[in-house]
């Protein structure tokens, strides 16, 4: 268990995380990490499955402790058939089944991947009741030590509050060899940070709502070292990739301190989220993650200093005031790192945007311009600044082969 006081109104932070191992080598040391459990049900895709999870099944038989693997096809989505495959699959078969025997379920749920097997899995974890943890194969996003799972529901993707990872086993070498597409989506996502936390502030201001100072600045300082890292990524220096995967994890200890992803989820993932949604609605495979955010980054910083501009709200001008010199080395850090858009179409991105504000139940910059009545007119001028100053190309034409 990992756990920390505070002297915020909770007065104690703490998450069932038992181990967090981030080093070289990491996977030779999973059967030692895991060595309680004795029936582990191991989940990869088949691209997971070749990078890291045909050792990590090897050296886990080895050991006595694998119960079976499932391997998924992909795209493995954390949607409903995904979680329903893992659901049916999770329990071993027998001839004749008897109710009354000792369940043949496993013990233990290991997923080896990234965001949307960690997230299928902590989900058929919750569901069964049955502990997880997860060997992740990029740093590509935020949501190893989270406590909620955004997951495809129908045409829907809705946040579902999930179990906590018990054990974080990261290699570092297997990270430095993941698709440069990757590393941008653990950027992306992280870049968002300062929004979220600008978003929380002034619903702290605004609504009265819980804020944990302690929490937001260890997201802000974890994003801080993301952002550091981002300029080696490309290079896959060593120190960055381990930079990447520390302020990652970090960023989702602090959603499982905070209870909810409000330290690290704000205005940004609103707007990406629904764009992702609008292409589950036109029957496409979202876009990474990660790379939405980064966009939706962009398009916030717009809105905010747009916002700064104008006010005459002495407060919010205040608030806004302290994020503009991190804006200020987001936009540097843009222009090498050059972060590709998904949505580029004028109608698409005002669209993302007014139904962002809804995606859920959390107050952010959004409502706080539609109680204006400034809603859409802010939108519009996001998306001519973000043309003009941030765009480098879409994503597609940035990496063509990508599937």
């Given at each position: 268990?990992i756990?920390?006081?505070?002297?915020?109104?909770?007065?104690?932070?703490?998450?069932?995380?038992?181990?967090?191992?981030?080093?070289?080598?990491?996977?030779?040391?999973?059967?030692?990490?895991?060595?309680?459990?004795?029936?582990?049900?191991?989940?990869?895709d088949?691209?997971?499955?070749?990078?890291?999870?045909?050792?990590?099944?090897?050296?886990?038989?080895?050991?006595?402790?694998?119960s079976?693997?499932?391997?998924?096809?992909?795209?493995?989505?954390?949607?409903?058939?995904?979680?329903?495959?893992?659901?049916?699959?999770?329990?071993?078969?027998?001839?004749?089944?008897?109710?009354?025997?000792?369940?043949?379920?496993?013990?233990?749920?290991?997923?080896?991947?990234?965001?949307?097997?960690?997230?299928?899995?902590?989900?058929?974890?919750?569901r069964?009741?049955?502990?997880?943890?997860?060997?992740?194969?990029?740093?590509?996003?935020?949501?190893?030590?989270?406590?909620?799972?955004?997951?495809?529901?129908?045409?829907?993707?809705?946040?579902?509050?999930?179990?906590?990872?018990?054990?974080?086993?990261?290699?570092?070498?297997v990270?430095?060899?993941?698709?440069?597409?990757?590393?941008?989506s653990?950027?992306?996502?992280?870049?968002?940070?300062?929004?979220?936390?600008?978003?929380?502030?002034i619903?702290?201001?605004?609504?009265?709502?819980?804020?944990?100072?302690?929490?937001?600045?260890?997201?802000?300082?974890?994003?801080?070292?993301?952002?550091?890292?981002?300029?080696?990524?490309?290079?896959?220096?060593?120190a960055?990739?381990?930079?990447?995967?520390?302020?990652?994890?970090?960023?989702?200890?602090?959603?499982?301190?905070?209870?909810?992803?409000?330290?690290?989820?704000?205005?940004?993932?609103?707007?990406?989220?629904?764009?992702?949604?609008?292409?589950?609605?036109?029957?496409?495979?979202?876009?990474?993650?990660?790379?939405?955010?980064?966009?939706?980054?962009?398009?916030?910083?717009?809105?905010?200093?747009?916002?700064?501009?104008?006010?005459?709200?002495?407060?919010?001008?205040?608030?806004?005031?302290?994020?503009?010199?991190?804006?200020?080395?987001?936009e540097?850090?843009?222009k090498?790192?050059?972060?590709p858009?998904?949505?580029?179409?004028?109608?698409?991105?005002?669209?993302?945007?007014?139904?962002?504000?809804?995606?859920?139940?959390?107050?952010?910059?959004?409502?706080?311009?539609?109680?204006?009545?400034?809603?859409?007119?802010?939108?519009?001028?996001?998306?001519?600044?973000?043309?003009?100053?941030?765009?480098?190309g879409?994503?597609?034409e940035?990496?063509?082969?990508?599937?």
């Amino acid at each position: 268990m990992i756990e920390m006081d505070c002297t915020c109104t909770q007065g104690h932070h703490c998450i069932p995380t038992e181990v967090i191992e981030i080093s070289d080598n990491a996977l030779e040391k999973i059967a030692d990490i895991l060595s309680a459990y004795h029936r582990i049900f191991m989940v990869a895709d088949e691209n997971t499955y070749q990078v890291a999870g045909r050792r990590v099944e090897g050296l886990l038989q080895a050991a006595g402790l694998l119960s079976h693997t499932l391997v998924l096809p992909v795209p493995a989505l954390p949607n409903a058939e995904s979680i329903g495959r893992v659901l049916m699959e999770a329990g071993q078969d027998r001839e004749v089944y008897d109710i009354n025997a000792w369940s043949l379920n496993p013990d233990y749920i290991l997923a080896v991947g990234s965001g949307s097997l960690n997230d299928t899995c902590r989900m058929v974890s919750y569901r069964l009741g049955i502990p997880y943890g997860i060997v992740g194969t990029a740093p590509s996003m935020d949501g190893y030590a989270s406590v909620v799972a955004p997951l495809l529901n129908g045409r829907k993707k809705i946040v579902y509050n999930c179990s906590i990872a018990r054990h974080i086993i990261i290699d570092l070498t297997v990270n430095a060899a993941a698709p440069y597409p990757l590393l941008l989506s653990g950027a992306g996502d992280m870049l968002g940070k300062y929004v979220a936390i600008l978003d929380w502030e002034i619903s702290r201001d605004r609504n009265g709502e819980y804020f944990c100072e302690k929490i937001a600045d260890m997201v802000l300082t974890a994003t801080a070292q993301c952002a550091e890292a981002a300029y080696g990524l490309e290079k896959r220096e060593p120190a960055a990739i381990r930079a990447a995967s520390e302020g990652l994890i970090l960023s989702g200890e602090c959603i499982a301190f905070c209870g909810s992803s409000r330290p690290a989820s704000g205005t940004e993932h609103m707007i990406a989220q629904t764009w992702e949604v609008m292409d589950v609605e036109d029957g496409h495979v979202p876009n990474l993650h990660g790379i939405e955010v980064g966009e939706g980054t962009f398009a916030a910083m717009e809105i905010f200093r747009k916002l700064h501009r104008e006010t005459h709200d002495k407060g919010m001008k205040g608030l806004i005031e302290k994020y503009l010199p991190a804006f200020d080395r987001l936009e540097t850090l843009q222009k090498t790192l050059k972060l590709p858009f998904t949505v580029t179409d004028r109608e698409r991105f005002v669209d993302g945007v007014l139904r962002g504000r809804t995606f859920r139940d959390r107050y952010t910059v959004l409502q706080y311009l539609y109680d204006l009545g400034r809603l859409e007119e802010y939108a519009e001028a996001a998306y001519d600044a973000m043309m003009e100053k941030h765009y480098f190309g879409t994503f597609r034409e940035r990496f063509p082969d990508w599937k």
